[in-house]
């Protein structure tokens, strides 16, 4: 029997857990042809959980494009890849997707060829140069005029959004919240994961899309959710574990999707045919995987400050729930100052290291803060 647990991917049906509250809200928006900045730490779950939500869309009512900006690297790249998504979203047909890449996205002069797979895609014949503000302008404008085409709400979801920050000419940033705000029958979605960056584009008043989304955080998966996940599972294979180690398991993560899955596909095959997981198996899991991870994170341990590790030392103690400025943690791990714990934070934030969460801090790998954990010993 292959490991029911799977990270790395995106998940889909029957890997996937609760988010039901999310899945109702952002489809609620969509419907309302709504602009929402979705954002979420690294690998929380935002591709899967959006990709579900256009999946759940009924098809006579929404148009979804979705959009991973991942490996664009500037405007030109941004522009043809919503061209290439949009049209492969509205039409599948050879002839009738060259017509409708015309009549979008003449600009960028496209072409159709057929795929390794033998199937139709459109090119753009304008690779290798920056584009113009006319030509972003054209693209930008698609979603609106698909929107009346077709009598559907276009769903333009771009998918680690925070990449156009990095665009040398700023055209994208600049160009989207003019060339969108009257777009009425087309639902934005906007997602991310570098929190600092992605917050100060949306609430730095200077920046151009300064409050033209509303915010949208996800967190991780709560435990009441993951206890009949996790032991269903367990069950479909024969295999035994318990509600109390279940717990322990997500307090060990923090009920991180990504960091639960991978501690239970682990601790999933360390159990036999009929046999049951316990305690010292969970612990065996978790040295494993801290093993695996162990030469990474000394290196990142090494390039850190002292004020830096004590401060991730503070975070990764359990027993603190300490307020990391206060005299009490100061003291405690060793950072004298207030001011000393302020700046350690504040460069680990920029090295994405932590996020800050509510009154503190989150180490964002969770085996990374078990790690220290165990240094603390
Ligand atoms: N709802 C869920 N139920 C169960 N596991 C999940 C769920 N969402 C995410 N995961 C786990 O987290 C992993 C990462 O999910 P996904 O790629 O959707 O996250 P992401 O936030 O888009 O990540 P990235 O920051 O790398 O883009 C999945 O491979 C899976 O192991
Ligand atoms: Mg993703």
Not at 140 to 155: C, D, F, M, R, S
Not at 322 to 337: E, I, M, Q, V
Not at 351 to 357: A, F, H, M, N, T
Request: hydrophobic letters at 40%.
């Amino acid at each position: 029997m292959t490991n029911p647990f799977s990270y790395g991917g995106v998940v889909g049906n029957g890997e996937f857990c609760n988010r039901a509250q999310e899945l109702a809200d952002l489809k609620d928006l969509i419907s309302s042809a709504g602009r929402c900045f979705v954002y979420a730490e690294r690998r929380m779950g935002k591709s899967s959980l959006i990709l579900r939500v256009l999946g759940e869309l009924p098809k006579k009512q929404f148009l979804p494009v979705y959009i991973d900006l991942w490996p664009t690297d500037g405007t030109l790249a941004f522009a043809t890849a919503i061209a290439r998504a949009t049209t492969a979203a509205a039409e599948t047909k050879t002839t009738r997707l060259l017509e409708l890449g015309k009549q979008l996205f003449g600009r960028l002069r496209p072409s159709v060829s057929l795929d390794e797979m033998g199937q139709p895609t459109v090119e753009f014949g304008v690779e290798g140069r920056t584009a113009s503000k006319s030509e972003l302008s054209e693209v930008l404008a698609a979603p609106q005029i698909l929107a009346e085409k077709t009598g559907k709400i276009v769903v333009m979801v771009f998918d680690e959004f925070q990449q156009i920050a990095g665009y040398e000419d700023g055209l994208a940033e600049r160009q989207i919240r003019s060339s969108i705000q009257h777009h009425h029958r087309v639902a934005y979605i906007f997602l991310g994961s570098r929190k600092h960056l992605l917050q100060s584009m949306f609430l730095d008043e200077s920046r151009p899309l300064y409050r033209s989304a509303m915010h949208y955080p996800i967190g991780s998966i709560k435990t009441k959710h993951w206890l009949p996940f996790i032991a269903q599972r367990f069950r479909d294979a024969n295999k035994a574990i318990d509600k109390q180690l279940i717990e322990q398991l997500c307090e060990q993560t923090q009920g991180h999707p990504f960091y639960t899955q991978h501690l239970c596909h682990v601790l999933w095959s360390m159990v036999g045919p009929c046999g049951a997981a316990d305690a010292a198996m969970l612990k065996a899991a978790v040295s494993e995987l801290l093993r695996r991870e162990s030469h990474a994170y000394v290196i990142l341990w090494e390039s850190l400050t002292k004020n830096e590790q004590r401060f991730l030392r503070g975070l990764a103690d359990s027993d603190s729930s300490r307020k990391p400025f206060s005299a009490d943690f100061t003291r405690r791990y060793g950072l004298r100052a207030a001011s000393n714990a302020q700046r350690a934070a504040e460069s680990l934030v920029a090295g994405d290291i932590i996020e800050r969460e509510e009154s503190s801090y989150v180490i964002i790998d969770r085996f990374l803060r078990l790690w220290i954990r165990g240094l603390l010993l």
